[in-house]
């Protein structure tokens, strides 16, 4: 029996939870197929770009950690036992490469530059009203910590229940209910002159 | 149906701390019953529902986007196996150009049947300011908008959501499109394969935020 087959059948058994285009990928990255690899990667990198950007708010920073993430994915794929989805082992990979880049920088992780920074989203002639949200809410995030605003991102961008978000950061699931708690009242409070004009 | 097992903490807290998960969708049948039994007996959890649900909304939509790609990870992938001289590196797969083709020829009319589905949105758009509580699960608004060939088959439109992981929201509107939604973190690669599928004619992401 061939390598490849083997991993197909293991996939089968352990990956109930993910969807069949992960796991049909994810047995074809275990039987070293590239082509495999690329097309996983095209599938995961938008959310862990979103996700990354968000958490670490350095492009440059971003491009170095996602592909660290999925070179881990491709070079340590035995390691990957099914105990949970796929997509929760990928993101909790991704957020300990990312908490571990943000200690190396050693720097106030705080982005002051949010402010000033221009969102590339919005066409010129976006609704000025909506546009000065978004900058607000781009502004308000920025002064977040990174685990609060990694669990907002989770929660309401990537829509992860709190247990799975539990298994990404490594942490109770009390913890991710009190993180989105206190990060919900910040954003609130930092978009008060917003909040009125969205209900 | 599911049983409604009592607070085992202040029910206020758990409320305000499973909110999040209740507007995603994310809650067990229990806990979705709970907290929605306390809401629809609770004013001051209700209103503090309705913020959170905007500020859930205007998160999805924030655009965070990087323009980096494939390139750096097969220059890796090369090194490494050069490195160790075990895998050979493939050809990169033959481009398509047929879809692309028929996208340009397509482009106009796609342009027109956009700008007809957006006034009727316009029209349509519920401001979704009132949930019914204990009745449908919270379900999110609808991000995309779908055009199917009219002689698309019944099964051919249910294969395609499911295989998708989309749910019809709205449709079909007087241009015969219908709002689905699809999970965001999967709506560009979703939209493309509708778009390369047979039964549809056009399939863009909705800013619903644009329409409030």
Known sequence: ?199 | MARILPFTMDPHRETRDLMPWLITGRLEPEERARVEAHLAACEECSRELAGERALAGEVAELPIATGIGWAAMRDRLDTAARQAAFVPASPPPPRRFTARRIGTMLAAQVALLAAAVTITLRVDAPTASYHALGSAPAAAGGNAIVVFRPDARESDISRLLKANEARLVDGPTAANAYVLHIPNAARTEVLGRLRSDAAVVLAEPLDTAALR
């Open chain 1, 1 to 199: 029996m061939s390598d490849g087959s083997v991993a197909h059948r293991q996939i089968e058994e352990i990956g109930k939870a993910a969807t069949p285009e992960d796991l049909r990928l994810f047995a074809g990255v275990r039987a070293r197929e590239r082509d495999a690899f690329e097309a996983l990667y095209r599938l995961y990198h938008p959310r862990l770009a979103r996700f990354l950007l968000n958490l670490l708010r350095r492009p440059q920073l971003v491009e170095e950690v996602l592909n660290d993430t999925l070179f881990v994915v491709w070079e340590r794929s035995d390691t990957f036992r099914g105990a949970s989805k796929l997509s929760t082992w990928i993101f909790a990979i991704a957020y300990r490469k990312a908490m571990k880049a943000l200690r190396r920088l050693d720097e106030p992780v705080e982005d002051r530059d949010a402010e000033m920074r221009p969102s590339d989203g919005d066409a010129p002639d976006a609704p000025f009203g909506r546009h000065r949200t978004q900058e607000a809410l781009l502004a308000a995030l920025a002064k977040l910590s990174p685990d609060h605003r990694t669990v907002v991102d989770l929660t309401y961008f990537h829509e992860m229940g709190y247990r799975e978000i539990a298994a990404i950061m490594d942490c109770p699931v009390d913890t991710v209910k009190t993180r989105m708690f206190h990060a919900r009242r910040h954003l609130r409070r930092l978009m008060d002159g917003e909040l009125t004009d969205w209900l």
